[in-house]
């Protein structure tokens, strides 16, 4: 009977464990972060490691309310989960697989001068939104919006927030979502990250403090 009571426990606890309520950003990436639950992908292709990173609503909630507590920040959470919509934000970041070398900056990665350099700077900040797609079941969406993160650090990474506005049908019913990287610098092709529609729906109920 104990064993029993001890199994049906941990079973419990394994299916509400993305039930607990998240107060801050911290607390949720490294939920995120975690690959058991679903919502972060990568693969290392020619020496360039890509990862994309699905954010759920509560991600930019709580973005948005880190600097405020009590009666205001419960304010903005409500009128923030009110106002959530369908879109379908991804975090993409490109970084060399081997870090800390010389001028392992990804940005550098097979440029000869500054004058490329300087091009491929201008292409990641400007045009990632025609590198990027997203299909659900064998539906293809455009990104809406593409901003580069990160531009002025001494980074070895770049950071890119790929948001998608996929129909409700596509999002209610779906089974499996795909981020495509058609990458037109380091020869890693048309790159592409299964994520689960039921991890991403999971992770879009998780509770906010």
């Known amino acids: 009977m104990r064993l029993y009571l001890i199994t049906l426990f941990a079973v419990i606890l394994m299916a509400t464990g993305c039930r607990h309520a998240m107060d801050n950003l911290s607390t949720l990436n490294k939920w995120l972060n975690n690959p058991s639950n679903g919502c972060i992908k990568a693969r290392s292709i020619a020496g360039v490691k890509i990862t994309a990173k699905y954010l759920p609503p509560a991600y930019a909630i709580l973005k948005h309310t880190e600097k405020y507590s009590g009666a205001s920040r419960e304010r903005i959470i409500d009128s923030l989960s009110a106002n959530s919509d369908s879109a379908y934000t991804f975090l993409m970041t490109l970084s060399p697989e081997k870090t800390g070398e010389d001028n ?3 940005a550098f990665k097979n440029t000869i001068n500054m004058d490329e350099y300087a091009k491929r700077l201008l292409a990641m ?3 990632m939104d025609n590198c990027t797609s997203l299909v659900i079941d064998n539906k293809k969406y455009a990104p809406v919006i593409s901003i580069v993160e ?3 650090e001494m980074s070895d990474s770049r950071n890119f927030l790929i948001v998608f ?3 409700r049908s596509s999002v209610s019913k779906g089974k499996e979502c795909l981020f495509f990287y058609n990458d037109p610098f380091f020869d890693m092709g048309n790159v592409q990250l299964s994520f689960s529609m039921a ?3 999971k992770s879009q109920t998780i509770p906010i403090e």
């Open 104 to 106: 392992s900056s990804i």
């Open 125 to 127: 900040n400007f045009s």
């Open 150 to 152: 990160n531009t002025y």
């Open 165 to 167: 506005l996929p129909d």
């Open 199 to 201: 991890d991403i729906r």
